[in-house]
């Protein structure tokens, strides 16, 4: 088959949606080497000289989903040149002269699509006379090093490491029964409504018995998330976390609060971290600022709870305890909450330190309504508490915290 207008794509374009897959695939898109090959045949069926219809032809053999077609586009524009490109500049910057000068924020996934078309660097050939040599005296290894280092003392890079840690953990959770039946022939339970009716096929004759069986799935995920001026840079973090379980498993339910609560539940389900960070910033207009958690817990429990805290629901209740309004409405608020759902987990970095002991007013009204108080500051905590989900809880866990108060 000949292409619809121009000579047959081979020689540099080749070359070029070799590369430009290659980009798109530093960039973050799933590009393979079957997208890249259907990309070849796509060309040799149109007009090469239309740019519309080889954009066309790219995105469609290699985009897969929604959300990855803006990142498509610009890098598109960026690497094949568009020649209209600095006319339509110049005459923006003509219509923006007149108006007044205001940032604009870049758009989603330019970040990593201008680290992606940055050329790497090439790494020095090392002598073949030379030996490498490896100083072992006193090393650790750099991953267990970043396991035990607190979130708030990490670099940018050391953060930039942590979140690719994160999103590789899987969150299990125990399975419990519900009341709904499957089908099952090894079921315990006899099936009297299907037995009749399979009998009907037969003229109303019973040849078989049918069994069922009560479904397992695990309990819905409800996660509280503190975003005030002490817990902003852990919020920060853990916010990779909330992305990573919100996109690998179903019935998970996020809320961010401050001086108010805020769901952030559909801007965590974008799969690309970066688009549903900038959505989250968006929807949260009191980052590192005060706490009110009594008056939090207070909207949720009143708009919120009956929704997302049936069947069990397990809650992740992360923050340090130190409100603003002391310890107001607080202990109602907390003992409301746990009887709503099945198991309370409260996060505390606070618990970091040897020392720690629960004297402020917001503390003490919320230690005796929690099942499991952790600490949460680092990878290794973070691993315990993904170990903790999939094991289930231990009343003994809170004697000595009880004792404490």
């Known amino acids: ?92 910057a003509l219509l923006e002269a007149a108006k007044e000068k205001r940032p604009e924020r870049a758009p989603p996934g330019s970040r990593r699509l201008a680290e992606a078309m940055a050329s790497p660097q090439e790494k020095r050939p090392r002598p073949q006379d030379e030996p490498p040599q490896i100083e072992a005296d006193m090393t650790v290894s750099e991953r267990e090093r970043l396991q035990q280092m ?48 399979s009998s009907l096929r037969h003229g109303g004759e019973i040849l078989s018995i049918d069994s069922s069986r009560r479904v397992t799935r695990p309990p819905p995920l409800v996660a509280l998330c503190d975003i005030s001026g002490s817990m902003s840079r852990y919020a920060q973090i853990l916010l990779h976390f909330l992305h990573a379980v919100a996109n690998d498993r179903d019935r998970v339910s996020v809320f961010l609060f401050g001086t108010r609560l805020s769901n952030i539940t559909r801007q965590l389900r974008h799969r690309d971290p970066e688009v549903a960070f900038q959505l989250v910033a968006h929807a949260v207009p009191d980052w590192s600022g005060g706490t009110r958690i009594g008056e939090a817990l207070s ?31 607080l202990a109602e608020n907390m003992e409301r909450l746990h009887k709503s759902c099945r198991r309370v987990i409260w996060l505390n970095p606070l618990l970091r330190w040897d020392g720690f002991e629960p004297k402020s ?28 989900l999939s094991r289930p809880s231990n009343p003994r866990a809170m004697d000595a915290w009880r004792v404490a108060l």
């Open 1 to 92: 088959m000949t292409p619809a207008g121009g000579p047959q794509p081979g020689g540099k374009m080749a070359a070029n949606v070799m590369h430009f897959a290659r980009l798109l695939r530093r960039a973050g898109l799933p590009v393979g080497p079957s997208d890249m090959l259907a990309a070849q045949e796509a060309l040799g069926l149109i007009d090469i000289g239309r740019r519309d219809h080889v954009r066309t032809a790219l995105r469609t053999t290699m985009v897969h989903r929604h959300e990855h077609e803006d990142l498509f586009n610009q890098a598109f524009v960026m690497f094949w040149r568009d020649p209209e490109l600095a006319r339509t500049a110049a005459a923006m």
């Open 361 to 388: 007013q917001g503390i003490r009204a919320m230690l005796p309504h929690v099942d499991e108080f952790r600490p949460i500051h680092n990878l290794a905590s973070l691993r315990e508490l993904v170990e903790t």
């Open 299 to 329: 909207l949720f429990n009143r708009n919120w709870a009956r929704r997302v805290l049936g069947q069990g629901a397990v809650v992740l209740l992360i923050t340090d305890g130190l409100d603003r309004d002391g310890a107001t409405g």
């Open 150 to 197: 607190d979130f708030e003392a990490m670099s940018a890079a050391d953060i930039a490491n942590a979140k690719t840690e994160i999103r590789r953990l899987a969150l299990p959770l125990s399975l419990h029964r519900t009341r709904r039946l499957r089908p099952d022939p090894a079921g315990p339970h006899v099936d009297l409504r299907a037995t009749i009716r």
